[in-house]
Nanobody, 121 residues
Framework: QVHLVESGGGLVQPGGSLRLSCAAP??????????MGWYRQAPGEERRLIAR???????YYIDSVKGRFTLSRDRAKNTMYLQMDSLKAEDTGVYFC?????????????WGQGTQVIVSL
């Protein structure tokens, strides 16, 4: 079951840019979203957290994407964006968005369907 809707993936050359988006269902209040983030599953590797934005606006990035990737969130649209600049071949992978959502006093994880990012000549 897909809870979050992703878009924005594609094929780009090294040094190029992409912007991924991740939209939560409209019936979920933005207030209920504790955090949103992006995982990446590179070929032959396990899925790992790349970046996360908290409800406070604080962001976390793994070292390899710092200065190149930027998270933002539009609370009115229940949408998170990942601006990816200066893309490298090692950024290639399937990107999955995730959200922590409060439900009856408990955090529950929601996931997107994944969007493919290929950085190649």
């Amino acid at each position: 079951q897909v809870h979050l809707v992703e878009s924005g993936g594609g094929l780009v050359q090294p040094g190029g840019s992409l912007r991924l988006s991740c939209a939560a269902p409209r019936n979920i209040s933005s207030i209920s979203i504790n955090s949103m983030g992006w995982y990446r599953q590179a070929p032959g590797e396990e899925r790992r957290l790349i970046a996360r934005i908290l409800n406070t606006g604080s962001t976390y990035y793994i070292d390899s994407v710092k200065g190149r990737f930027t998270l933002s969130r539009d609370r009115a649209k229940n949408t998170m964006y990942l601006q990816m600049d200066s893309l490298k071949a090692e950024d290639t992978g399937v990107y999955f968005c995730t959200a922590e959502i409060w439900t009856t006093g408990r955090l529950a994880d929601y996931w997107g369907q994944g969007t493919q990012v290929i950085v190649s000549l």
